[in-house]
Each structure stands twice: as structure tokens, then as C-alpha cells.
């Protein structure tokens, strides 16, 4: 329960910042591991906000270790769902 309700709060945080910013907002990301090589599905850890997810490479095969910069493209916090995509620029939370 304690999981979901994090969950939940950081996703919410997540959107609040995508609405509030009119400019494409990109955190850094760093790959850990493969999840399903099949479907370019990776581990990521977004070091801005402490976040575990999955990510579908729309690039192919990653590197682990390889750092990505990655934007919001869709966040449902009710739903638990998260949708991240390559970020078109590298700057993060703090530049903008």
C-alpha cells in the first residue's frame, strides 16, 4: 500500500511539472538493465527524482550504464501508468 501511494505522489509530481512547464521538460536517466530484448523494454533509474521504471527503447538496443534523457509523453497517477520518449534536448529539471 505504502508502494501505490508513493507511486502515486511521484507520478502526480511528474504531471504537475509537465502542466506547469509550457517547455519540454527532460530528466537524465541512466540505463540498468535489460528487461525484454525482444521489445527494447530497459530498466531506467531517473536520478532527478529517485525513480525506478521501464522504458521501450524507440532507438533499438541500450547500453547498460548509457544515459538517456527521457520527457513525460503521457502520466495517468490514478491509473499508475507512465509513458516516457526521448527528450529532444539534454537539460534537465534544475536548468529550466
Same mark, same amino acid.
Given at each position: 500500500? /505504502? %508502494? +501505490?501511494? /508513493?507511486?502515486?505522489?511521484?507520478?502526480?509530481?511528474? !504531471? !504537475?511539472?509537465?502542466?506547469?512547464?509550457? /517547455?519540454?521538460?527532460?530528466?537524465?536517466?541512466?540505463?540498468?538493465?535489460?528487461?525484454?530484448? +525482444? !521489445?527494447?523494454?530497459?530498466? #531506467?533509474?531517473? $536520478?532527478?527524482?529517485?525513480?525506478? $521504471? %521501464?522504458?521501450?527503447?524507440?532507438?533499438?538496443?541500450? %547500453? #547498460?550504464? /548509457?544515459?538517456?534523457?527521457? +520527457?513525460?509523453?503521457? #502520466?495517468?497517477? %490514478?491509473?499508475?501508468? &507512465?509513458? &516516457?520518449? &526521448?527528450?529532444? !534536448?539534454?537539460?534537465?529539471?534544475? +536548468?529550466?
Amino acid at each position: 500500500l /505504502q %508502494r +501505490k501511494s /508513493q507511486e502515486y505522489w511521484m507520478f502526480e509530481y511528474m !504531471r !504537475r511539472v509537465k502542466e506547469m512547464n509550457p /517547455q519540454e521538460v527532460a530528466y537524465e536517466s541512466v540505463v540498468l538493465g535489460c528487461v525484454d530484448p +525482444k !521489445r527494447f523494454q530497459y530498466a #531506467i533509474y531517473i $536520478h532527478e527524482l529517485g525513480l525506478e $521504471h %521501464r522504458y521501450l527503447s524507440e532507438s533499438g538496443e541500450l %547500453r #547498460i550504464g /548509457q544515459t538517456l534523457w527521457l +520527457k513525460v509523453a503521457s #502520466i495517468y497517477p %490514478r491509473h499508475g501508468l &507512465l509513458t &516516457l520518449t &526521448l527528450a529532444s !534536448r539534454s537539460s534537465g529539471m534544475a +536548468k529550466m
